[in-house]
């Protein structure tokens, strides 16, 4: 007679691989509206060196992009935040991200339903488990609130 043998739950190891979200300053009034907590973002997911980001255009296509960390073009960098680390390898994240491209298409943004601070959050707690800080995408839940208020 074999024994049946029960699987003893194992803490997941955390994964070695840093994952970072960098944030950018949209406008230049965002000195000011960094401490009272109303800033306006882009940001940008960085691991394996290679940062991934969410914008808009016109087209069915993906609207997941790739540039240098900390240099995406047209936005000022404010700063870098550690969010956690992912077990995932460079070709893993790749394909990861070519996997997630049809649910980000860039026909379907919205500045506040679905941006790129959405797309960082969605993208973070998949690879780490782990949430962006609120204050990033505090504008979009604040516009999402107000639509609530006023327009239902």
């Known amino acids: 007679m074999l024994c049946k043998l029960v699987p003893v739950p194992r803490k997941k190891k955390p ?4 994952v970072y979200l960098n944030v950018y300053d949209l406008t230049p009034i ?11 973002y882009h940001s940008g997911v960085q691991v394996h ?8 255009h016109e087209r069915d296509t993906t609207g997941i992009f790739e540039v240098e960390p900390r240099h995406c073009p047209g936005f000022t960098f404010r700063k870098s935040i550690f969010i956690g680390s992912t077990d995932m390898g460079p070709k893993d994240v ?7 491209a049809e649910e980000y298409s860039g026909n379907t943004y919205h500045l506040i339903q679905k941006n790129c601070n959405h797309f960082c959050e ?3 707690v998949r690879l780490t488990g782990k949430s962006i800080p609120r204050w990033v995408n505090r504008l979009a839940r604040l516009g999402k609130g107000y639509r609530k208020v006023c327009c239902d």
């Open 49 to 56: 060196g290679v940062e991934y980001g969410f914008g808009a």
């Open 94 to 100: 790749r394909a990861f991200m070519e996997r997630l």
């Open 30 to 40: 965002n000195g000011y509206a960094y401490w009272l907590g109303l800033g306006v």
């Open 122 to 124: 969605d993208v973070c």
């Open 15 to 18: 994964g070695l691989n840093p």
